[in-house]
Nanobody, 119 residues
Framework: QVQLVESGGGLVQPGGSLRLSCAAS????????MGWYRQAPGKQRELVAT???????DYADSVKGRFTISRDNAKNTVYLQMNSLKPEDTAVYYC?????????????WGQGTQVTVSS
């Protein structure tokens, strides 16, 4: 099993910034893709950003140019720097990692951290 611990959520005014962190621990063999997803009230969970072990990134169109995903492979940690936040960014943000063991990929989710953008 892999455990994920998220931190960094909170309340911020529009235009502000937050940095989310997610640290993985436990039975880690090879973490390939790490990512962030979010779920707003009444909506489905959606992709925010992903990053491969080699550093290739992918972003939702709604956050391109405002959010930056990064990772520290030595610490098994992924970060999400969120700038120019908008009220529509309000959601619970979830960390996700893909752990590969013996060619089998398992997906793990964090517990979620609330991000609220409001004046």
């Amino acid at each position: 099993q892999v455990q994920l611990v998220e931190s960094g959520g909170g309340l911020v005014q529009p235009g502000g910034s937050l940095r989310l962190s997610c640290a993985a621990s436990g039975s880690i063999f090879s973490i390939t893709v790490m990512g962030w997803y979010r779920q707003a009230p009444g909506k489905q969970r959606e992709l925010v950003a992903t990053i491969t072990r080699g550093g290739s990134t992918d972003y939702a169109d709604s956050v391109k140019g405002r959010f930056t995903i990064s990772r520290d492979n030595a610490k098994n940690t992924v970060y999400l720097q969120m700038n120019s936040l908008k009220p529509e960014d309000t959601a619970v943000y979830y960390c996700n990692v893909k752990n590969v063991k013996n060619a089998v990929t398992s997906s793990y989710w964090g517990q979620g951290t609330q991000v609220t953008v409001s004046s």
